[in-house]
């Protein structure tokens, strides 16, 4: 499952290393090279003209100092190197690397939208001893975003709901999620999406896992609950359809366990489906 490396340690500040390990991205992909998949090396970066200002600290990978940086207009690249997106190096870039990548998007696009305060309008400056934006006017901090979503699998009986969302990156069923709403608790926000999403109300919520999941700065926060009351009832707009998946049935296709909603499923997964 996507998640930091232990061998990772956050920092930010900065720390003297002549060969960095670089995550370089535009309009949220990564740049690489093309043959390995390599990261771009400190002579890369000069060349590509990656103003220091637009360089923020991540910290340390197996004592290696990272940092990610964004470009506001693409650059000519050298031959060899391109843009791809995080989801396509699932499985193809190394799992520690693939994991802070996705942290370094969310710092990059952190950092590029929060160079003015959005309180006045003022410039804003790194906060000293943390990851913060300070006004330079009326004091106003701004930190990483971070959205809480939940997720939860329903089951009754041998049988669990699995639905297919009608904007989700993958067409294939899958665990109810949703994001908080502002004043929600998280078990608060799994009543309501599950009400909202497909007419059921459960109960007995048990906590499964979490997952900082970089799409673009969620929070996953995953459980399961039994079914209480109701029929499954969907919108057809945001949920195209909602079933019970039980021992005799075909379950969804397996994938790898990169998300902790496969995990999830995968978890109450009967043998043989």
């Given at each position: 499952m996507l998640q930091t490396p232990a061998s990772f340690t956050s920092s930010f500040v900065p720390h003297p290393d002549p060969e960095p390990l670089s995550f370089l991205l535009y309009k949220g992909q990564l740049l690489v090279r093309e043959e390995d998949l390599a990261l771009p090396d400190a002579a890369l970066v000069e060349r590509l003209g990656m103003p220091h200002a637009n360089l923020q600290p991540l910290g340390l990978l197996d004592g290696r100092y990272c940092r990610t940086g964004w470009f506001d207009a693409e650059p000519a690249l050298p031959a060899g190197y391109a843009w791809r997106g995080l989801?396509?190096?699932?499985?193809?870039?190394?799992?520690?690397?693939?994991?802070?990548?996705?942290?370094a998007a969310q710092i990059a696009e952190w950092a590029r939208t929060h160079r003015f305060c959005g309180a006045?309008?003022?410039?804003?400056?790194?906060?000293?001893?943390?990851?913060?934006?300070?006004?330079?006017?009326?004091?106003?901090?701004?930190?990483?975003?971070?959205?809480?979503?939940?997720?939860?699998?329903?089951?009754?009986?041998?049988?669990?709901?699995?639905?297919?969302?009608?904007?989700?990156?993958?067409?294939?069923?899958?665990?109810?999620?949703?994001f908080l709403e502002a004043g929600d608790s998280i078990e608060e926000?799994?009543?309501?999406?599950?009400?909202?999403?497909?007419?059921?109300?459960?109960?007995?919520?048990?906590?499964?896992?979490?997952?900082?999941?970089?799409?673009?700065?969620?929070?996953?926060?995953?459980?399961?609950?039994?079914?209480?009351?109701?029929?499954?009832?969907?919108?057809?707009?945001?949920?195209?359809?909602?079933?019970?998946?039980?021992p005799d049935d075909a379950w969804?296709?397996?994938?790898?366990?990169?998300?902790?909603?496969?995990?999830?499923v995968d978890a109450h997964r009967p043998p043989g489906r």
């Amino acid at each position: 499952m996507l998640q930091t490396p232990a061998s990772f340690t956050s920092s930010f500040v900065p720390h003297p290393d002549p060969e960095p390990l670089s995550f370089l991205l535009y309009k949220g992909q990564l740049l690489v090279r093309e043959e390995d998949l390599a990261l771009p090396d400190a002579a890369l970066v000069e060349r590509l003209g990656m103003p220091h200002a637009n360089l923020q600290p991540l910290g340390l990978l197996d004592g290696r100092y990272c940092r990610t940086g964004w470009f506001d207009a693409e650059p000519a690249l050298p031959a060899g190197y391109a843009w791809r997106g995080l989801r396509s190096l699932f499985g193809a870039l190394d799992e520690s690397l693939v994991a802070v990548a996705g942290r370094a998007a969310q710092i990059a696009e952190w950092a590029r939208t929060h160079r003015f305060c959005g309180a006045c309008g003022s410039g804003t400056t790194l906060a000293a001893g943390e990851r913060c934006f300070k006004c330079v006017n009326c004091g106003h901090l701004a930190y990483p975003r971070i959205s809480p979503a939940m997720m939860v699998l329903i089951r009754k009986g041998d049988s669990v709901l699995m639905a297919l969302h009608a904007t989700s990156a993958v067409q294939r069923f899958v665990p109810l999620a949703g994001f908080l709403e502002a004043g929600d608790s998280i078990e608060e926000a799994v009543h309501r999406e599950v009400f909202e999403e497909v007419g059921l109300r459960v109960h007995n919520l048990r906590y499964f896992a979490s997952q900082a999941w970089p799409f673009p700065h969620s929070l996953m926060l995953a459980f399961t609950a039994d079914y209480l009351d109701g029929e499954i009832s969907v919108d057809g707009v945001e949920i195209l359809e909602a079933r019970w998946f039980g021992p005799d049935d075909a379950w969804p296709e397996r994938v790898p366990q990169v998300s902790i909603s496969s995990v999830l499923v995968d978890a109450h997964r009967p043998p043989g489906r």
